[in-house]
């Protein structure tokens, strides 16, 4: 398996303000995606973060919103931008390496006020 | 597009005893993973087990293992011997070449172990 460190844990923030998450694999990874959990729901996936471009957003979610970074094959980053309460969720990113291979990192629990 | 269906919101089972918890999914690819997370209440996504769908024989880790029907696009889940910790809820995902490999989740099961 994959060793995967997310940060921060978990934050509380005010709304109209930016949290950025950072996402770690301790091996270069072929595929890093970034999901979002709102309270009580499944994960549902932001976007595909591709190495050296501008990452892949699902409907529903766009890059202005959820800048994303991916410098490298081990590293990625997720910015949640001008907060609101809805934005309230466990933010979690995955990694992917061949067909069987697919986890996640900690997870970010943020809740807005 | 997949699509991945769970009917039990929640169960409930005696420790020591099995449970299963549903899954059915649907696809048009030929070729895709089924796989199996537990989520305990501090949020992370714990990997429990995969099938491919090409798999031969139905997978197992430890005290999980993957009930896989092919005909009937199911993969239930089976917990043996439950345990008070595996309170928890259990969440089916697919994914396929077709998806690039993204991850489709259902909604979930909660299971609750009672002493």
């Known amino acids: 398996s994959a060793v995967i460190s997310q940060k921060p844990s978990r934050d509380i923030c005010q709304r109209g303000t930016s949290l950025t998450i950072q996402c770690q694999v301790d091996s270069q990874v072929t595929m890093m995606f970034w999901y979002r959990q709102q309270p009580g729901q499944s994960l549902t996936l932001i976007a595909t973060a591709n190495q050296g471009s501008e990452a892949t957003y699902e409907s529903g979610f766009v890059i202005d919103k959820f800048p994303i970074s991916r410098p490298n094959l081990t590293f990625s980053t997720l910015t949640v931008s001008n907060m609101s309460p809805e934005d309230s969720s466990i933010y979690l990113c995955s990694v992917v390496r061949g067909w069987q291979e697919a986890f996640f990192g900690q997870g970010t629990r943020l809740t807005v006020v | 597009a997949q699509k991945i269906t769970q009917t039990q919101p929640g169960m409930f089972v005696q420790e020591k005893e099995a449970v299963t918890l549903d899954c059915t999914y649907d696809?048009?690819?030929?070729?895709?993973?089924l796989f199996w997370y537990k989520q305990p209440s501090s949020g992370e996504m714990i990997f429990l087990i995969y099938?491919?769908?090409?798999?031969?024989q139905n997978a197992t880790e430890g005290r999980y293992s993957l009930n896989f029907q092919k005909a009937r696009k199911s993969a239930n889940l089976v917990i043996s011997a439950s345990q008070l910790g595996d309170s928890a809820m259990y969440f089916c995902?697919?994914?396929?070449?077709?998806?690039?490999?993204?991850?489709?989740f259902g909604k979930g099961t909660l299971l609750t172990v009672n002493p």
């Open positions: 995902a697919m994914n396929s070449g077709g998806s690039n490999y993204k991850l489709t």
């Open positions: 099938q491919g769908s090409y798999d031969q």
């Open positions: 696809t048009s690819d030929p070729s895709y993973g």
